[in-house]
């Protein structure tokens, strides 16, 4: 099996342009694939969220780029 893990950091105190911008990036990369494995909130630093997207590559074969 050949998957792929991201950790996307965001801060849900932000302003509002920046929260569409970390929105749309989100659409993009579930657009893509990945699913979320987890969301964890940092407790030192409030405001602070963790993502953690995974994908799997087991029903296509990666490119020569590194399946991307």
């Known amino acids: 099996m050949l998957c792929e893990f991201r950790f996307e950091n965001f801060n849900a105190r932000?302003?509002?342009?920046?929260l569409d911008r970390?929105?749309?990036?989100l659409d993009k990369l579930f657009g893509a694939g990945g699913t979320a494995a987890g969301i964890h909130r940092d407790q030192t630093?409030?405001?602070?969220?963790?993502?953690?997207?995974?994908?799997?590559?087991?029903?296509?074969p990666l490119d020569a780029g590194g399946g991307k």
Request: zero cysteines; aromatic letters at 28%.
């Open 14 to 18: 932000g302003e509002d342009s920046y």
């Open 22 to 25: 970390f929105s749309s990036r």
């Open 45 to 60: 630093f409030g405001g602070w969220w963790q993502i953690v997207l995974f994908k799997d590559f087991t029903d296509r």
